[in-house]
């Protein structure tokens, strides 16, 4: 039987009354981070992304929300701790929306990128990505569809590197673009790589460790199934 992924792709704004029940289960850790974010937009984001991934999370486990902790590993990737160490979670957001992936498998990355409207993804992907990639992204049609294959071809690299809880920077010239297994400098392995519908401006892509299949689940809400 294959592993199984699920993903929740989710609005960033939620009324005033979603988002005290959010930051109600968040640890005093993640509220001082919360605290310190410059924007009460950017403050609330946050918010809601730590606080889907504790709800999300306890759901999966039968555990209270607030009361499941993480451990950072080497590089910063954060791993549910004491029983509830099976799950493997992972969360980004951008723009005005979430995703938080769980599996129960395989380590797991999940990325989320919002096409950005300006800025230059014909230089930067010159100067970051395999030569194949740059002229992928240069070959877009328009600077809509140039920053689109930038923002996908970053989802994925992302999504492979927080499953493998390595760093970005040695793995941004591994090639992503065709594929469905890629293969990380740092730390070394195969990573499956899913890229997700998404709405119009935004780019996902979700990666287990391995080269094993899997299926993806993809909601866009938080449903009821307490």
Known sequence: MR????VWILAAAVPADALARYRAVLDADERDRAARLGTGALRDRFTV????????????????????????????????TGPWSGLHTSLSY????????????RPVGVDIQHVAPGGDPVSASARFFHPREARHVAAGPGR??????????????????????????PNLGMPVHRGDVVECVDPA???????????????????????????????TDLGDDR
């Open 189 to 219: 392995g195969p990573y499956r790589l899913t890229d997700l519908r998404t709405p119009a401006g935004y780019a996902v892509a979700v990666a287990l460790t391995g080269d094993r299949q899997y299926t993806v689940e993809c909601r």
């Open 94 to 105: 951008s723009g005005d929306l979430v995703a938080v992936a769980l599996s129960e498998g």
């Open 144 to 169: 809509a569809g140039r920053a689109l294959r930038f923002a996908r071809l970053w989802a994925r690299k992302e999504a492979a590197v927080k499953a493998a809880g390595g760093r970005l920077w």
């Open 49 to 80: 992304a730590h606080g889907a991934l504790r709800v999300l999370a306890g759901r999966a486990t039968g555990a209270p929300p607030a009361a499941l902790t993480w451990h950072r590993g080497r590089y910063g990737k954060p791993a549910l």
């Open 3 to 6: 592993d199984a992924v699920r």
